[in-house]
């Protein structure tokens, strides 16, 4: 979730759901994400992979609580941001593509 062109361009995974807030959350998306997150099979991952930065903050506790809400304790919950502050993945993908990617540890 978050900034679904970035995310997707370096996960490599099957059967992968990417959804998008675009910037902000709407009074719908609380309850999509909660119902998305129920249908995650025993075993998934909710993998947030917003902007680092006061924005992305407040989104990953909002889709955190969500999450904490839901109560099941058979998918895990992952946070996925660029380790530098005031940056987005998108940020990380120009820095790789010119050669100064380093991943994180």
Known sequence: ?????????????????????AGQMNLQ?????AAEMMKLPSGGQVILAFD????????????????SDLGRTDISFVVDRPSSRESDWNDVLR???????????
């Open 1 to 21: 979730m978050g900034d679904c062109t970035g995310v997707g361009e370096r996960a490599s995974v099957d059967r992968t759901r990417f959804f998008s807030i």
């Open 29 to 33: 998306q609380p309850a999509l994400l």
């Open 52 to 67: 680092s930065d006061t924005a992305g903050d407040l989104f990953t506790a909002q889709v955190r609580q969500i999450y």
């Open 95 to 105: 820095k790789h593509a010119e050669g100064g990617f380093s991943p994180k540890p």
